[in-house]
């Protein structure tokens, strides 16, 4: 499955609570998605951003399974935090 992530970000969730990415991706019949995953494997929940917008959080209305996204997804975030880190070392070299 390919998917185009169109923005990331990391949250720590407080001081103790547990650290998730966030990532805003476009994928092939599902449209624009909205992912949260966490650390933990199998933990993983995915919404359509457009039924999100309408108010729509329903259980199978905008529900999506998580598993079957969550590689790619996880495979997503490796790719942005290495180039992340690639940025972020090329600015202290300069």
């Known amino acids: ?3 185009d992530i169109l ?3 990391h949250h ?3 001081i103790c609570g547990a650290p998730f ?3 805003l991706f476009r994928a092939p019949e599902s449209g624009n998605m909205l992912a949260i995953v966490f650390e933990e494997q199998h933990h ?6 457009d039924n999100l917008a309408l108010g729509d ?15 790619h997804l996880r495979r997503g975030i490796a ?3 290495a180039h992340l880190k690639a940025e972020n ?3 202290k070299e300069a």
């Open 44 to 49: 993983v929940a995915v919404l359509n951003v």
């Open 79 to 81: 790719l942005v935090k």
């Open 57 to 71: 959080i329903a259980f199978m209305s905008n529900s999506w399974r998580g598993d079957v996204f969550e590689p």
């Open 12 to 14: 720590r969730n407080g």
């Open 21 to 23: 990415d966030v990532l």
């Open 7 to 9: 923005q990331y970000a």
């Open 89 to 91: 070392d090329g600015r």
């Open 1 to 3: 499955m390919k998917l």
